[in-house]
């Protein structure tokens, strides 16, 4: 029985062993990554095991300004406060990602993925977002003017009898020609009076929930 015991406490101790070394492993491999990106403001050479991977990475005030990240992986990751400004994201995906206070003026976000992100605050002045995903996204006090979101599609988290005056997104000279617009709690009326360009060469094709 003494034995048996002590056989059962080795493997259990092996494996155990082997538990936190795959986890550091991956830990340090991932902490590798980023300081690579934060470092060099692009990702690793092409080759390179997961070098777009910075899933649930913490890079909450990061200046990523000018970057060249198109491609990288930020699902789940901390971004708040972070700074994109005029950086190459094409088809990056930000799914699930807090980028509250997050800066992506003059950005090229073209097809980048939205989907499930925290966006409040935030801002995409000049951005170029076309065939974007912002699927269930929280955009409270958010700043889209003058970015493009033709193609794109777009769809807000919203607590019931929240109006667009009380989310209060900035949308001057935005264009959503073409966009699929879903769940967006504004007024038709109020919407185009923020000059934004909603029917450019009749592409539009939206569903517009209006506030009541």
Do not use: W
């Not at 901390?78 to 400004?85: H, Q, V």
């Not at 980048?112 to 605050?121: E, G, H, K, T, W």
């Not at 009380?166 to 009076?193: C, L, Q, W, Y």
Request: charged share 20%.
């Amino acid at each position: 029985m003494v034995v048996t015991m002590n056989m059962k406490k080795l493997l259990m101790g092996s494996l155990a062993f082997a538990a936190i070394g795959a986890s550091q492993m991956i830990f340090s491999y991932n902490r590798a990554t980023l300081e690579f990106v934060k470092k060099h403001k692009t990702l690793p050479d092409v080759g390179v095991v997961g070098r777009n991977d910075l899933s649930f990475a913490s890079l909450a005030g990061v200046d990523f300004s000018g970057a060249k990240l198109s491609g990288a992986n930020f699902n789940g990751a901390d971004l708040r406060g972070a700074n994109f400004s005029r950086a190459e994201l094409v088809s990056s995906n930000f799914s699930g990602a807090s980028l509250e206070n997050s800066i992506f003026d003059d950005a090229n976000c073209y097809g980048a993925n939205f989907n499930d992100a925290f966006m409040d605050r935030a801002s995409f002045k000049g951005a170029e977002m076309a065939n974007a995903n912002l699927s269930n996204v929280s955009l409270k006090n958010a700043d889209l003017s003058n970015a493009n979101l033709s193609g794109s599609r777009i769809s807000c988290k919203y607590a019931r009898g929240e109006t667009y005056e009380s989310i209060n997104i900035k949308m001057t000279g935005a264009d959503f020609a073409g966009a699929n617009i879903i769940h967006f709690p504004f007024n038709v009326d109020s919407f185009e009076r923020k000059q934004c360009y909603l029917r450019e060469n009749g592409a539009l094709n939206s569903h517009m929930a209006r506030a009541s």
